[in-house]
Structure formats: structure tokens, C-alpha cells
């Protein structure tokens, strides 16, 4: 995993919910280690990530599956994240559901 990912992101901006629903239950983050494994918590939703490296054609830009729930019920997809500078960008997509774009900022 590119050490430029790894850390702790907070999420400040997603297209389909506001600050307040990405922080209901606690500061929407996203959470990447070097071995690739990771969390996105937002809202009532908490996910295990599984990080890929970029694919040929996607410099820069990292794939990652999910598992996990929303609100207690099963959920997985996929996702996408990139560096723009000091912020990180990508999209989410539920599985038959929600697709949304994300913007976050390295906590540490």
C-alpha cells in the first residue's frame, strides 16, 4: 500500500448526505493501514475495506471492496480513493444501491 494513504481521514463532504447525517454516530472516517485492510464509518454505516492497487489505466487511484452494516443490516460494494493534494477524494458504491462521491482530510 502507498504510504500516502495510509493514516486516519476524516470525511468533510459526501454527495448524498450532509456533515450531520456523516457524523450521527461518530466523526465520519476513513481508516487505512498498510497492509491494505481498513474501515469508512459514516452515519450509521461501518464497513471493513480491502484496498487494491491502482489498475492500469487508474494511476494513482486506489480500488477497495467493503463489508459491512448499515443501520444492523449486511452491506458490501466497492470504491475508489485518490490523492488530490492533501485531500483524498473517491466514490462509494452499496451493492444494488447508493453510489456517492467523498472528500476527506488526513487526521494524522
Not at 456523516?22 to 464497513?47: C, H, M, R, T, Y
Amino acid at each position: 500500500m502507498n504510504d500516502d494513504y495510509v493514516g486516519t481521514w476524516r470525511i468533510t463532504e459526501m454527495e448524498l448526505w450532509d456533515q450531520n447525517f456523516i457524523d450521527l454516530v461518530s466523526p465520519g472516517q476513513i481508516v487505512v493501514f498498510k497492509d491494505g485492510w481498513g474501515s469508512f464509518n459514516f452515519g450509521a454505516v461501518e464497513l471493513d475495506i480491502d484496498c487494491t492497487s491502482p489498475r492500469s489505466g487508474k494511476q494513482g487511484r486506489i480500488g477497495f471492496t467493503f463489508q459491512g452494516f448499515d443501520e444492523g443490516d449486511e452491506v458490501s460494494g466497492k470504491g475508489w480513493l485518490k490523492l488530490h493534494g492533501d485531500e483524498l477524494k473517491g466514490e462509494i458504491h452499496f451493492h444494488l444501491g447508493d453510489k456517492s462521491w467523498f472528500k476527506a482530510r488526513k487526521l494524522d
